[in-house]
């Protein structure tokens, strides 16, 4: 049941016209008060052929009127108008029911509050079988106002209690996280202009796709402009930006002027203040030889800098460790959501679509009313930026791995939310994994089929069957019986030809990902190994002459009485940084 309090309107008369008319998009049936302030003496002309729509308002008004006569200052804000609509699969609810209902709303929003004789004036107006109209006029009988601040998450509560008693579809509790809903002016006008999405949906998207490619706020005002949105600035007097609203194309008042909405009612996170929380976060100086040593694509940096996500979350299970800051695990699902929305701009053809709506649905899920200590999450919200800067596609293996990669860190902020009872973000994370299964079946299919069209002999595919069962037993079985076993054989028959180790490839993807939750375990397997064993197998010669060089070095230092240099060029948390 969903009770969605209206701005407040200063024409009583003219909301009853509605009420009581034939409607304008649904048909009005049988228009008639169910329950009001006090039934006796109160006109409804639904039921009394003698009674006006004037003489009704007029009744409801009174106090209004008789407070605006004692006071020089007029009331113009005071139509509280709250429609109360009950779910498609919902049961018939009856009058006396509806009635009951409209009560508990106007207790609990305010407007009358229980065993208040002087509260405001009310009443509930039924023309359909699935909803009512509660209209009240907001001056009490003793001429004061009523108490309203947090009607809506007062009156929210009510209808989650409403839903349990009557039987109804529950909804979820809300957070004041969510966006704003639009009008019924603003839901009906795509349809006259054949759009798909009201102007603040269209804007969302629009703003949300241009985060990636901006460094600071201005650089996003500017890039919006330059796809043709409108934007309007608000600057102080020194010229600095304070806020901004934005415009859709074509989107006009009846005078023919453009119509603007404020950052903040496009979407709680797209006010000016959290946005440069966003884009104006500072990262560290890169090693200049660090990506000489290493050199890879946005795609493969990408899914390594999912990693972040992995231990920022980390309290999900005892299969995590490392930070339990929930300011730090928030900053990286945000940024996780600015990944998804990079990687469908520049993915390939057949994976755009669903990725678009992975991107779209989870959205939902990156904001809640914890805090983001969005520093803690540069390296992710880096690996989105280069992305959206790159010019070169990703090659099959790649984009499979950044998918299943992607896969398991919304599977992890899932998860998270739901531990903090985040109902509604949890949900939006499980509806983004539909669109990113999807996507990354489309992707992995012609990458399986290549490695299966090449797998190894039988007496292969035992010795690594073997291996399998040996590194994981708990899932060998499942893995061995995944449709796409020989082509893990195959990736891992070139692995070791590379001069990797088998055995240990598997053990270290098992670690970096729990398979319990893998629909097929062994595609898993193969777009964390294929990530991995593309870089060089280790050199156990190499590296006991890095660790004899260390302690040779150690010792000396230690018998002059300095301090111990650094063991590597490598920073400590990229070493000991754990993997999905």
Request: charge should be neutral; charged fraction near 25%.
């Amino acid at each position: 049941m969903i009770a969605a309090i209206k701005p407040a309107g200063a024409n009583t008369r003219g909301l009853l016209a509605y009420l009581y008319g034939p409607g304008r998009h649904d048909e009005h049936l049988d228009p008639h008060i169910v329950t009001g302030f006090a039934m006796l003496g109160m006109p409804d002309p639904g039921r009394n052929p003698d009674a006006t729509l004037t003489q009704l308002a007029h009744h409801l008004d009174e106090p209004v009127h008789l407070r605006n006569s004692e006071f020089g200052k007029k009331i113009t804000d005071h139509v509280w108008h709250c429609p109360v609509r009950a779910a498609p699969e919902d049961r018939h609810l009856s009058d006396t029911e509806w009635a009951d209902i409209a009560q508990r709303i106007v207790e609990a929003a305010g407007i009358a509050p229980p065993g208040d004789d002087l509260g405001c004036r009310w009443i509930a107006v039924r023309h359909a079988d699935d909803h009512i109209h509660i209209l009240a006029t907001t001056v009490r009988e003793d001429g004061r106002r009523p108490k309203l601040h947090g009607s809506g998450i007062r009156v929210g509560d009510a209808c989650r209690q409403i839903e349990t008693d009557y039987g109804l579809r529950q909804l979820k509790k809300g957070d004041r996280t969510a966006g704003k809903r639009p009008t019924q002016a603003e839901m009906h006008k795509p349809q006259r202009l054949g759009w798909d999405q009201t102007s603040g949906e269209w804007l969302q998207d629009r703003i949300r796709a241009a985060i990636p490619h901006a460094g600071n706020a201005e650089e996003l005002l500017a890039y919006l402009e330059a796809d043709g949105i409108a934007i309007k600035p608000r600057r102080a007097p020194s010229g600095d930006l304070l806020g901004y609203a934005a415009g859709r194309p074509g989107d006009l008042n009846k005078d023919g002027k453009q119509i603007f909405h404020a950052g903040g009612t496009i979407a709680p996170d797209l006010t000016l203040p959290k946005l440069r929380a966003r884009l104006e976060t500072t990262a560290p100086e890169e090693h200049p030889t660090a990506r000489r040593e290493h050199p890879t694509t946005p795609w493969h940096q990408a899914t390594d800098a999912l990693d972040t996500l992995h231990q920022a979350t980390d309290a999900l299970d005892t299969l995590h460790q490392g930070m339990t800051d929930d300011t730090h695990a928030q900053a990286h699902i945000t940024a996780l959501g600015e990944l998804i929305e990079s990687t469908a701009q520049k993915a390939p053809d057949h994976s755009r679509a669903e990725l678009r709506a992975a991107a779209k649905t989870f959205a939902r899920a990156q904001r809640s009313q914890i805090r983001a200590e969005h520093q803690a999450a540069r390296t992710l919200r880096r690996a989105a930026r280069d992305i959206a800067h790159t010019t070169t596609g990703p090659d099959g293996s790649a984009f499979a791995a950044l998918l299943a990669a992607l896969i398991w860190a919304t599977i992890i902020a899932a998860r998270w939310h739901e531990t903090k009872n985040h109902a509604h973000q949890a949900e939006a994370a499980r509806q983004t994994l539909h669109h990113l299964h999807t996507a990354a079946d489309h992707a992995l299919a012609p990458v399986i089929d290549n490695l299966t069209a090449r797998h190894p002999s039988q007496q292969a595919s035992r010795t690594l069957a073997h291996d399998v069962r040996a590194a994981v037993p708990d899932h060998a079985d499942r893995i061995l019986t995944d449709p796409a076993w020989p082509a893990l054989a195959t990736v891992l028959a070139d692995a070791e030809a590379s001069g990797h180790k088998p055995h240990q490839l598997l053990k270290e993807a098992a670690a970096q990902r729990e398979l319990t939750s893998a629909r097929q375990p062994a595609r898993v397997l193969i777009t964390r190994i294929q990530h991995t064993s593309r870089n060089p197998a280790p050199n156990p010669r190499a590296e006991a002459a890095r660790r004899t060089t260390t302690m040779r070095l150690s010792a000396t230092a230690l018998s002059a009485g300095v301090a111990e240099p650094a063991r590597s060029a490598v920073p400590a948390e990229q070493k000991h940084r754990p993997r999905l």
